[in-house]
């Protein structure tokens, strides 16, 4: 072929891998079925288009795509997303990943004609979930979000540890003298030199990304690319896990505040799709659906153990301390969703010859092909049987271009107001919306409101909440009082001076007091209202339990509102300063309210 018929060509299948998932989506089967598809028909058996029998192509093209997906991942979900559900998330991803293997390589020793340790290695191959097809499935889905977060978390961390089992099992298979204690050592080595890399990485790359102003909003993508290949790169040079620290420095990338966020992610997202319909193409050129015929007993009754015995065995078992439902534990364990990644994991022992492992091959594909189509096309029906859905989608859906608000230390929220909330029937300025925070659109039947003090909120109403990224922790805490009551500012405490506590004190800042910008205790009181927040240094204004105001920051002030004001009127006079005039005077018009 020519340059420009090659050119074509990755056109042709770029628009064929689109136009399969449009046809997926009204079909609502996975992508990754069609895209399978169109690979099989292109490669040596039906149409001839693409004589194709790289095992090794097919396994790196595997391994970068694999890559990118798990940055993209870990980008849009961000650690405070799956902070909440860290722990059942890392149970799932390695000792759920671990007995999903055992269970699975233990059926197929006893069930064919396989040594344990085969069977072990065909268990290790098929145990990871496939991160594109849950990310993916989840992004569509309706799921209650502290599922859709743990099965997020789960997806970026298994496959790391499936992909240290595979390893494992072919040395296994290989030498003599490897045991299980080699093992061991093989993913203490790997796993902890993957996270130290990743943690490194992301947070030198968050550090450049905050410090370093490029010269246009498209050449952060590049650097967010960089990122991704200094992860891989870096840990696995060092014999460390390449995937966990690409998943490592996706997380801090999507924790931090980084200019141009929106740009970044929209073009992940977008490379992870190439990157899904590149790998699945090209596993499809590589199965020749002649010899699929031949293993089809074997691959149903694997997909079969994986779906009904080993996954929900290892869902229920592992997430035990945790207070999960039986509905809960019974959609994660179906959620285990198997997609590319066991395919290109399965030509791991292809590439090092180990024996029968084309046979291995052609079982793993047909079960992964048949575990995608019935786990993927029943998993919403069955969410929704259980109960474990909402009227929200799983994962959020941010429809703002906001990298320039958050650049300037801002953030855009949207929240939906539902039938029964206590925002139904408000009006705006009875939100108890905090100083630092505005209502700034309103959508109402697909239509852009202005919303004014007056304008009252009606169920079904998208509000936008433009919020200073200071206060942003604020908000959840009124967003439920939007859903469940009560609507308004919260009632200040009572002021009850003790004759024992000093009714006005002053003395420096210390580290013990904690952050001055949002403290929580002062002086042994605890802080119940947040007033204001200082921009040039770290400080803030606060009521505390006891009714008094304090100033938080280089000098801490304490004391009823009208000594404040006076003591803030002093320091107006003393300073030149015009970024500290400016917070005195925010003082002095807040203690006089």
């Not at 490379?271 to 089809?296: C, R």
């Not at 959840?476 to 308004?488: I, K, Q, S, T």
């Amino acid at each position: 072929m020519t340059e420009g018929e090659l050119i074509l060509a990755a056109g042709g299948l770029l628009a064929a891998g689109l136009l399969a998932s449009l046809i997926a989506g009204q079909l609502r089967v996975p992508g990754l079925v069609l895209f399978l598809a169109v690979g099989m028909i292109a490669g040596s058996e039906i149409s001839g288009l693409i004589p194709f029998e790289d095992y090794q192509l097919t396994q790196n093209v595997g391994i970068v795509a694999l890559a990118l997906i798990l940055f993209e991942g870990g980008l849009t979900a961000g650690l405070p997303a799956i902070r909440p559900v860290l722990g059942p998330a890392i149970s799932l991803a390695t000792l759920g990943t671990l007995l999903t293997a055992l269970v699975t390589g233990v059926a197929a020793h006893l069930l064919f004609e396989f040594t344990l340790l085969q069977g072990l290695l065909l268990g290790a191959v098929v145990c990871a979930t496939d991160g594109a097809a849950i990310f993916a499935v989840l992004r569509g889905s309706s799921l209650r979000r502290r599922l859709a977060r743990t099965l997020e978390g789960e997806a970026g961390g298994n496959d790391p540890v499936a992909v240290l089992l595979v390893i494992g099992f072919v040395d296994w298979l290989q030498k003599p003298d490897y045991g299980l204690a080699d093992m061991a050592l093989l993913f203490v080595r790997q796993l902890g030199i993957g996270l130290v890399v990743g943690m490194a990485v992301g947070w030198l790359a968050v550090q450049a990304f905050q410090r370093a102003r490029l010269a246009t909003s498209g050449l952060y993508p590049v650097a967010s690319l960089a990122a991704v290949a200094l992860a891989f790169g870096g840990a696995d040079a060092l014999h460390g896990s390449g995937f966990l620290a690409t998943y490592i420095a996706g997380l801090s990338l999507g924790s931090a505040a980084i200019p141009a966020k929106p740009t970044v992610t929209a073009f992940h997202v977008g490379l992870a799709w190439v990157a899904q319909i590149a790998m699945f193409f090209t596993l499809g050129l590589l199965v020749f659906p002649s010899e699929l015929g031949d293993v089809a007993l074997e691959g149903t009754v694997l997909a079969l153990v994986l779906a009904f015995v080993a996954r929900p065995l290892a869902a229920v078992i592992v997430t035990l301390p945790w207070s999960f439902s039986a509905a809960d534990r019974v959609i994660l364990g179906w959620a285990g969703l198997r997609g590319a990644v066991p395919v290109v994991l399965a030509t791991f022992p292809v590439v090092a010859h180990v024996s029968g492992a084309e046979n291995l091959f052609n079982i793993v594909f047909f079960a992964v092909l048949l575990s995608t189509v019935v786990q993927g096309v029943t998993f919403e029906p069955l969410a929704h049987r259980l109960g474990v859905t909402t009227d929200e989608p799983a994962l959020p859906r941010p429809i703002v271009e906001i990298g320039t608000i958050r650049r300037l230390g801002a953030d855009v929220v949207e929240h939906e107001v539902r039938d029964g909330d206590a925002a139904a029937g408000a009006r705006v300025r009875e939100l108890g919306l905090p100083r630092d925070a505005i209502l700034s659109l309103l959508v109402r039947d697909e239509q852009a409101l202005l919303p004014r003090g007056s304008t009252r909120i009606e169920a079904g109403d998208r509000l936008h909440v433009l919020v200073r990224s200071e206060v942003i922790r604020q908000l959840p805490d009124l967003l439920e009082r939007w859903r469940a009551g009560p609507v308004g500012q919260a009632q200040r405490p009572p002021r009850r001076f003790q004759g024992s506590v000093p009714v006005y004190t002053a003395r420096p800042w210390e580290d013990g007091d904690g952050d001055a910008s949002h403290p929580q205790e002062l002086l042994g009181k605890e802080v119940v209202e947040h007033l204001r927040t200082r921009r040039d240094v770290p400080g803030a204004l606060v009521v505390l339990a006891d009714g008094r105001y304090a100033v938080s920051g280089p000098l801490l002030m304490v004391g009823p509102p009208a000594q404040l004001q006076f003591q803030a009127r002093r320091r107006l006079q003393l300073t030149s300063d015009d970024a500290a005039r400016a917070w005195w005077q925010e003082v002095i018009g807040a203690c006089a309210l």
